[in-house]
């Protein structure tokens, strides 16, 4: 009975998830069979930063397989030309970025990653549009390293709790 029980849970998780759109990522079991947009990148990246700046090893390798999932299943077909170029030239470094995060369970491991997924996230969102709202480029005198964020309230994802609001705004990108 209890295995019914957990079969009926899963499958129901599975049948309300596949068709989940980029609002409500990260969606779980459904996400491995739909295709995902460049966008759903900018919303996994976020979530992977927030885990960081918790300090939340276990949840950061879990976002960043989100991300790594998404980074692999995107509907390269919808994309422009100058939008897959762009893509193209950063596949392989954001996969590989967010592969290490995944699989180490080190924050400090992470957050080195991190670094370097945040770089070519930088890239593709300048080569690319991701979001209508301003995404703001923040950088870490003491790491001397950048990272994203949707709005200009400092969490540095780099030290967390730590140095939580060392950093500034270095650029806006509309």
């Not at 700046?53 to 422009?80: H, M, P, Q, Y």
């Not at 690319?128 to 301003?134: A, C, N, R």
């Not at 790491?143 to 709005?151: F, P, Q, R, T, V």
Request: hydrophobic content about 40%.
């Amino acid at each position: 009975m209890k295995y019914l029980v957990i079969i009926i849970i899963i499958s129901s998780s599975f049948l309300l998830n596949v068709n989940a759109g980029p609002a409500d990522i990260p969606c779980g079991l459904g996400d491995t069979l739909r295709q995902s947009s460049l966008k759903d990148l900018l919303i996994l990246y976020y979530g992977l930063k927030d885990a960081l700046v918790d300090g939340d090893a276990s949840t950061a390798s879990t976002r960043a397989n989100e991300f790594l999932n998404a980074a692999n299943n995107i509907d390269t077909k919808s994309l422009s030309s100058g939008d897959l170029k762009t893509f193209n030239s950063l596949a392989l470094k954001l996969a590989f970025d967010a592969r290490h995060i995944s699989e180490v369970k080190a924050i400090e491991h992470q957050r080195e990653h991190f670094a370097s997924l945040s770089s070519n996230m930088y890239e593709l969102i300048k080569g690319v549009k991701l979001s209508t709202e301003p995404v703001y480029e923040m950088y870490c005198p003491m790491k001397k390293a950048y990272w994203l964020s949707k709005d200009t309230v400092i969490r540095n994802p780099y030290y967390g709790k730590q140095m939580l609001s060392c950093g500034k705004v270095s650029e806006t990108i509309r």
